[in-house]
Nanobody, 118 residues
């Protein structure tokens, strides 16, 4: 599977951005799609994930501000980010997980920079 992200950029605190991730290629048996982020000097962390049945999970730090959604017809997942804070600054990566029997296969996008200034 290939993932292409878009929508990153620079915004002032309190602003909004919407990230998109379009999947193509071998995208059968998708278990989940999600967004992770990695700030300089920090480990990559889960931001939000959407699973089969549209079950979602969010990091505590983004609950109430970020919303993950997907358009199955377009094989695209979105991350609407509102009330952005400087601490949201990071490279955001799209993730797609396929599950075949008991094995997980993870695919990653190239990353898109989000910069929030105070």
């Amino acid at each position: 599977a290939q993932l292409v992200e878009s929508g990153g950029g620079s915004v002032q605190a309190g602003g909004s951005l919407r990230l998109s991730c379009a999947a193509s290629g071998n995208i059968v048996s998708i278990n989940a799609m999600g967004w992770y982020r990695q700030a300089p000097g920090k480990q990559r962390e889960l931001v939000a994930v959407i699973r089969s049945g549209d079950n979602t999970n969010y990091a505590d730090s983004v609950k109430g501000r970020f919303t993950i959604s997907r358009d199955n017809a377009k094989n695209t997942v979105y991350l609407q980010m509102n009330s952005l804070k400087p601490e949201d600054t990071a490279v955001y990566y799209c993730n797609l997980r396929r599950r075949v029997y008991t094995t997980n296969y993870d695919y990653w996008g190239q990353g898109t920079q989000v910069t929030v200034s105070s």
